[in-house]
């Protein structure tokens, strides 16, 4: 995990490159009632976050495919952030499994209301492409209760008003679907901007999605 930042004397704020890779997506097999957990801070407390291990860390509550899917954004704005770690269970007998038990080790990311620019959405079908774009003219991407749960982040982001090390189950400022299991280690902020947002994600959720300008179709490239 590498980030950097800027620091004003009021807050830990200001740009940060979050990077929450070096996590197989496939590889190795996760016991269920154990998950590592990282989160995405800014530089000063960045060497004192380490992966951490939790009872009971659960992600999304339904069946994933296990094929992981590319998002991008030139911009992200959100109100109400937090983040947690956890583990995404696939369907029973899945082909998509491998050595990996069926359970992916992902970090939950939950925003309240977002904003993204020029979205992208892609995954892989073997051979080709299926994408997904919008937000690319004037209106936005806007959606409430996102979350997204990833292997993989990047980006260059800054944060306003940034608690990290909490216990997830304490977490308040992206509502109920921000909060995480007890003995979780999180993080939570007023609001984050993450600039050249790239994610690899085994999920999404939310309340409400507008996609302005949807576009969809095959691409012998992806995001």
Known sequence: MTSSAEHTSERPEGPATADVGDVPARRGRVRARRAAVMAVPAAAVAAGLAVLTAEGALGVQFAISGMPFTVTATELNGTGFAQFGGLDEMAEGSP????????VLV???VIKDATLTKLCQSVDLGGTNLVIRAGGGAEKVRASDLTTDSTELSGDAAFKNIEIGNDASKLNKAGD????PIGVFSQQSDTVRIANLRQTNYATTAGVFKLPGLKLGFSGSGC
């Open 177 to 180: 679907l921000g909060r995480g």
């Open 96 to 103: 998509n499994a491998g050595d990996s038990g069926g359970q």
């Open 107 to 109: 970090v939950t990311s």
